[in-house]
């Protein structure tokens, strides 16, 4: 049985190394948080959040990819799966705050999270035998929970 871990991205800029490399940092509230993908070569990937220094490990959810925000209030959970939601959008509280695309139809990649953490940039790409290779930008405001092709 081997484990894959994958560090995604860190909350703080005073933990700009981490296990002996260097890692995204920005500097978010008060709390600084590590979220990172886990799990064995065959069943499902979770997604798990901790603080920075590694202590209070949680799981988040089922998910292939994450990107946490900048102020490290969200988490944007890709999955890569047949039904239910491409992307979901988590607080680091471990509240689902939405739920976007639908997984038969699209799949959807977190590209980038704007400085201040309102906009995820989303690449967003059909499913669909017949229209494989069509995509497009998508934009979320997580104000209002709102997508719009860019």
Do not use: C
């Not at 940092?25 to 600084?32: C, G, W």
């Not at 990819?65 to 979901?88: D, H, K, T, W």
Request: proline fraction near 2%.
């Amino acid at each position: 049985m081997t484990l894959r871990w994958r560090l995604l991205v860190v909350g703080l800029s005073a933990a700009a190394a981490l296990a002996g490399g260097a890692v995204a940092a920005s500097t978010p509230s008060t709390h600084a948080y590590v979220a990172f993908v886990r799990g064995e070569d065959r069943g499902p990937t979770t997604v798990w959040l901790a603080n920075v220094d590694g202590s209070r490990a949680h799981q988040l959810a089922i998910g292939d990819e994450a990107l946490l925000s900048p102020n490290g209030a969200y988490v944007a959970v890709q999955r890569y799966a047949s039904s239910g939601a491409s992307l979901e959008l988590y607080g680091t509280s471990g509240k689902l705050v939405a739920a976007f695309f639908h997984a038969s139809k699209d799949t959807a990649t977190a590209l980038q999270w704007s400085a201040n953490s309102r906009y995820l940039l989303t690449s967003l790409s059909s499913t669909a035998t017949t229209t494989v290779g069509t995509g497009a930008l998508v934009l979320i405001d997580t104000s209002t929970l709102k997508s719009r092709t860019v």
